[in-house]
C-alpha cells in the first residue's frame, strides 16, 4: 500500500492506493503543519510502502510531514517532479521547474482517464487554468488570484465590509458588498467561458470541462459551460504516475 498527498496552499488531501485498498480521500486544513486529527487517522493505518506527495504548501509543512513519517514508518516521503514529457502529456511550459506540481498532475490525470480537449480549472488560494488537446499536448494556461485572495486585496484598499454570504448566480448586484463577492466570482467564470470557446475553436471539438480546488462549488453556480467536479483530480494524477513507475520498474 502506498499513501498518496496532495498539500495545497490551504488543505491536505489524502488516500491508501494499491492492490486491495479503497480510495478514500481525506481532507485536512494543515496550516503549515500536520494536524492532530490527521495523526489520529494516520497511526492506526497498515505502514505503507512509499509515501508519494505533490506539495506546493510551503516548507514548514513538507518539514512537518517528513517528521510524522519518520516517527511512523520511519520512511522518508517522495516528492514528485515535473516532467516535460510524462504519461502522454507535454507541457508547454519551455522551463519544466517552473510549472505547478498539481496542474501537471491534472493534467496527467485528465489524460489518462479521456483523450479529449480538456479545459481545467483549479480554484483554490488561487485560480489555474490549463488547456490540453486530446493527443496530450498542454497547450499554455492563465493564473487568477483565487476568491478570497481576489476580495481581500479589494477590501484591504477600501472600506467596503467584508461579505456575511456567498452571492448565488447573480449577475449583477444592488448593493457593494454583494458586488464584490459575486464579481470575484464572476471574474473567474468569465475566463473560464473565454477559454473554453477558444480551446474548442482550437481542438475542433467541444472541450472536456474538469472543476477542482476548494472553491469548486462556489464557482459553479456561476459557469455557463457544461463542467464536472473532480475534487480529487491531483491524487488521481499521483495514482497514474505512481502505477507507471512501478510497471517501468518491473520491466
Given at each position: 500500500?502506498n499513501?498518496?498527498?496532495d498539500?495545497?496552499?490551504?488543505?491536505l488531501?489524502?488516500?491508501?492506493?494499491?492492490?486491495?485498498?479503497?480510495?478514500?480521500?481525506?481532507?485536512?486544513?494543515?496550516?503549515?503543519?500536520?494536524?492532530?486529527?490527521?495523526?489520529?487517522?494516520?497511526?492506526?493505518?497498515q505502514?505503507?510502502?512509499?509515501?508519494?506527495?505533490?506539495?506546493?504548501?510551503?516548507?514548514?509543512?513538507?518539514?512537518?510531514?517528513?517528521?510524522?513519517?519518520?516517527?511512523?514508518w520511519?520512511?522518508?516521503?517522495?516528492?514528485?517532479?515535473?516532467?516535460?514529457?510524462?504519461?502522454?502529456?507535454?507541457?508547454?511550459?519551455?522551463?519544466?521547474?517552473?510549472?505547478?506540481?498539481?496542474?501537471?498532475l491534472?493534467?496527467?490525470?485528465?489524460?489518462a482517464?479521456?483523450?479529449?480537449?480538456?479545459?481545467?480549472?483549479?480554484?483554490?488560494?488561487a485560480?489555474?487554468?490549463?488547456?490540453?488537446?486530446?493527443?496530450g499536448?498542454?497547450?499554455?494556461?492563465?493564473?487568477?488570484?483565487?476568491?478570497?485572495?481576489?476580495?481581500?486585496?479589494?477590501?484591504?484598499?477600501?472600506?467596503?465590509?467584508?461579505?456575511?454570504?456567498?452571492?448565488?448566480?447573480?449577475?449583477?448586484?444592488?448593493?457593494?458588498?454583494?458586488?464584490?463577492?459575486?464579481?470575484?466570482?464572476?471574474?473567474?467564470?468569465?475566463?473560464?467561458?473565454?477559454?473554453?470557446?477558444r480551446?474548442a475553436?482550437?481542438a475542433?471539438?467541444?472541450?472536456?470541462?474538469?472543476?477542482?480546488?476548494?472553491?469548486?462549488?462556489?464557482l459553479?453556480?456561476?459557469?455557463?459551460?457544461?463542467?464536472?467536479?473532480?475534487?480529487?483530480?491531483?491524487?488521481?494524477?499521483?495514482?497514474?504516475?505512481?502505477?507507471?513507475?512501478?510497471?517501468?520498474?518491473?520491466?
Amino acid at each position: 500500500m502506498n499513501l498518496l498527498i496532495d498539500i495545497g496552499n490551504t488543505n491536505l488531501r489524502w488516500t491508501p492506493h494499491g492492490a486491495g485498498t479503497e480510495w478514500s480521500v481525506r481532507i485536512a486544513r494543515h496550516s503549515g503543519a500536520i494536524p492532530l486529527d490527521l495523526l489520529a487517522a494516520w497511526e492506526p493505518i497498515q505502514p505503507p510502502e512509499r509515501v508519494i506527495v505533490s506539495h506546493v504548501g510551503g516548507p514548514a509543512v513538507a518539514e512537518a510531514l517528513e517528521r510524522v513519517t519518520r516517527a511512523l514508518w520511519k520512511i522518508e516521503p517522495e516528492y514528485v517532479r515535473v516532467a516535460p514529457v510524462a504519461a502522454g502529456v507535454r507541457i508547454a511550459y519551455e522551463s519544466p521547474e517552473r510549472f505547478g506540481v498539481d496542474r501537471w498532475l491534472g493534467l496527467i490525470a485528465a489524460h489518462a482517464e479521456r483523450r479529449q480537449a480538456t479545459l481545467i480549472l483549479d480554484a483554490g488560494s488561487a485560480a489555474t487554468f490549463d488547456l490540453l488537446l486530446a493527443d496530450g499536448r498542454h497547450l499554455g494556461g492563465l493564473i487568477l488570484p483565487g476568491v478570497e485572495m481576489m476580495r481581500t486585496s479589494l477590501l484591504m484598499g477600501t472600506h467596503i465590509p467584508r461579505v456575511e454570504y456567498e452571492p448565488t448566480d447573480v449577475d449583477w448586484a444592488t448593493d457593494t458588498t454583494t458586488a464584490v463577492a459575486a464579481g470575484s466570482l464572476g471574474a473567474i467564470a468569465a475566463l473560464a467561458t473565454r477559454l473554453h470557446d477558444r480551446l474548442a475553436e482550437a481542438a475542433g471539438e467541444s472541450p472536456r470541462f474538469i472543476l477542482a480546488g476548494g472553491d469548486a462549488e462556489r464557482l459553479r453556480p456561476y459557469l455557463d459551460r457544461p463542467c464536472e467536479t473532480v475534487p480529487d483530480l491531483v491524487l488521481r494524477g499521483l495514482a497514474v504516475l505512481t502505477e507507471m513507475l512501478e510497471i517501468e520498474q518491473m520491466q
